[in-house]
T-cell receptor, first 113, second 114 residues
Framework: NAGVTQTPKFQVLKTGQSMTLQCAQD?????MYWYRQDPGMGLRLIYY???????DKGEVPNGYNVSRLNKREFSLRLESAAPSQTSVYFC????????????FGSGTRLTVV | AQSVTQPDIHITVSEGASLELRCNYS??????LFWYVQSPGQGLQLLLK??????LVQGIKGFEAEFKRSQSSFNLRKPSVHWSDAAEYFC????????????FGTGTRLKVLA
């Protein structure tokens, strides 16, 4: 089925470890996004890529880096994981900014111990 | 600055009862407004959206929402709730068609009693 695929679905890291969350969409969407979801805080934008070749910071970019590898793929990297980065991470894509709405992946549940 | 408030953290309704989830926004101009639903362990799914025109918009799964400029509200309604509607619901606002960023509310978790 067409959509947004995130890997892995679950991950446990030790403080200071690094990892990359992968996201791929097969809908030929131009824009891609990374959000984190924490209890009582809704979704907060980490980084987004309005189009291939561009990336911009969102609301909570500290501690993260992103790469828009091509039109399909947008990865999120944690260079040195901290317990405060324990969260559920969602990737999303859209074809016309917010107008058409976002298509979300099913999320990555990350625990940093 | 834009903001979105969902005043109800949890709501419980009986199956077959009507539902209204509240959403208030803060924005100077006419915002772009959205409702998303998140089932347990899943990503968010778009229910409906409002850009302009008719202030009552219809969405999927029998949901509707009404934009009230005077009250800065965009409440979500459903006449008769089904057990499968149990989920978390998020209201979101965007500045304009050219933006790529939403501001999400903190969500309302709906529980449906059989």
């Amino acid at each position: 089925n067409a959509g947004v695929t995130q890997t892995p679905k679950f991950q446990v890291l030790k403080t200071g470890q690094s990892m990359t969350l992968q996201c791929a969409q097969d809908m030929n969407h131009n824009s891609m996004y990374w959000y984190r979801q924490d209890p009582g805080m809704g979704l907060r934008l980490i980084y987004y890529s309005a189009s291939e070749g561009t990336t911009d910071k969102g609301e909570v970019p500290n501690g993260y880096n992103v790469s828009r590898l091509n039109k399909r793929e947008f990865s999120l990297r944690l260079e040195s994981a901290a317990p405060s980065q324990t969260s559920v991470y969602f990737c999303a894509s859209s074809d016309r900014g917010i107008i058409g709405g976002y298509t979300f992946g099913s999320g990555t549940r990350l625990t940093v111990v | 600055a834009q903001s979105v408030t969902q005043p109800d953290i949890h709501i419980t309704v009986s199956e077959g009862a009507s539902l209204e989830l509240r959403c208030n926004y803060s924005y100077g101009a006419t915002p772009y407004l959205f409702w998303y639903v998140q089932s347990p362990g899943q990503g968010l799914q778009l229910l409906l959206k409002y850009f302009s025109g008719d202030t009552l918009v219809q969405g999927i799964k029998g949901f509707e929402a009404e934009f009230k400029r005077s009250q800065s509200s965009f409440n979500l309604r459903k006449p008769s709730v089904h057990w499968s509607d149990a989920a978390e619901y998020f209201c979101a606002v965007g500045e304009s068609s050219g933006t790529y960023k939403y501001i999400f509310g903190t969500g309302t978790r709906l529980k449906v009693l059989a």
